[in-house]
């Protein structure tokens, strides 16, 4: 056997173990993720209906989304929601990871302080603050009332002037470390003597944030802004725990109205069709994300 043909075979062995260790993950991958997003896909061109047979019926159920208010209602709320939280979470985040990234005592305790709201799962949190929100005994009403900002206590998860406020103060705390997390990891990445040589040059503090920091962290926000938006408009247990969409669908996020139509209401196949345009919705938006990414890549 020549030279050439041993280190063709042994590449050969070579890739197919890199088969069989990528096989046991593409299973997984296969059940978990591609087969029920298929099955959904499949469903949405369905009427089914809980304890009914299975029919096709065309494009029909995109045809009554399209024209279904409800629908738009929930998905202009689940947009001014995302959009608010988004933009909290990632400002704040920013915030935090500055401060984090300070020379300050005891850091490492710090970090994992505001870690805790992230490794808390959704329900747990929706709970916690449906307790502080409670209008009589809640922590909220009583700080306030303490501090004189408020003379009575109010219902804070059943008010149309202040449900919206109220879930968007629930979700931003339940986030804000995940943003200010990828954040400080972005800033730990710039060198101290590019602020030094700003320094020098007379840069102060705003001058070195705006023109050294935001563009070396250009990609990490582009990134966590991204995913945090596709987390944020795919919200659904830490308001279906607080206000399960009301009051009036006030807080009926596009998740929540999938939820209702399939397991309310027994519209399966419409539920399917509402999660079906929800993920051409975020792919749309991942899709732009990656295209921005390879064309600052390709320009440097």
């Known amino acids: 056997m020549t030279s050439t043909t041993k280190t063709h075979t042994l590449y050969s062995k070579k890739e197919l173990g890199q088969i069989q260790l990528l096989f046991p993950v593409f299973v997984l991958v ?14 949405g061109f369905t009427d089914y209906r809980l304890g009914d047979p299975i029919s096709f019926n065309g494009i029909d159920n995109y045809i009554q989304l399209f024209q279904d208010e409800y629908f738009w209602s929930s998905f202009r709320i689940g947009m001014i929601w995302t959009v608010i939280v988004t933009a909290l979470q990632v400002s704040l985040g920013l915030g935090l990871a500055l401060l984090l990234n300070t020379k300050i005592r005891f850091t490492a305790f710090y970090t994992i302080l505001i870690l805790v709201p992230w490794a808390t799962p959704p329900i747990i949190r929706g709970i916690l603050w449906r307790q502080m929100y409670e209008p009589h005994a809640g922590a909220v009403n009583i700080l306030l009332t303490d501090a004189g900002v408020i003379s009575a206590p109010i219902n804070w998860l059943s ?105 309310r209401y027994g519209y399966i196949g419409y539920a399917a069709a509402i999660g079906n345009v929800m993920v051409i919705i975020l792919s749309l938006i991942l899709f732009m994300y990656i295209r921005v990414q390879l064309r600052e890549r390709n320009e440097a």
Request: glycine residues 10%; charged residues 10%; negative net charge.
């Open 159 to 263: 008010s149309f002037e202040y449900v919206i406020p109220a879930v968007i103060v629930a979700g931003v705390w339940g986030e804000i470390s995940k943003a200010a997390i990828f954040l400080m990891a972005g800033l730990q990445t710039i060198s101290n003597d590019l602020y030094e040589a700003s320094r020098i040059d007379g840069a102060g503090s705003w001058d070195q944030f705006w023109n050294i920091t935001i563009p070396v962290l250009k990609p990490v926000l582009a990134a966590i802004v991204s995913l945090t938006f596709m987390w944020n408009f795919n919200t659904f247990g830490i308001i279906w725990v607080l206000t399960q969409g009301g009051p009036g669908g006030m807080t009926r996020l596009p998740m929540l109205a999938a939820y209702e139509e399939g397991f």
């Open 30 to 43: 296969t059940i978990f993720s591609i087969l029920p997003l298929l099955r959904g896909i499949y469903l």
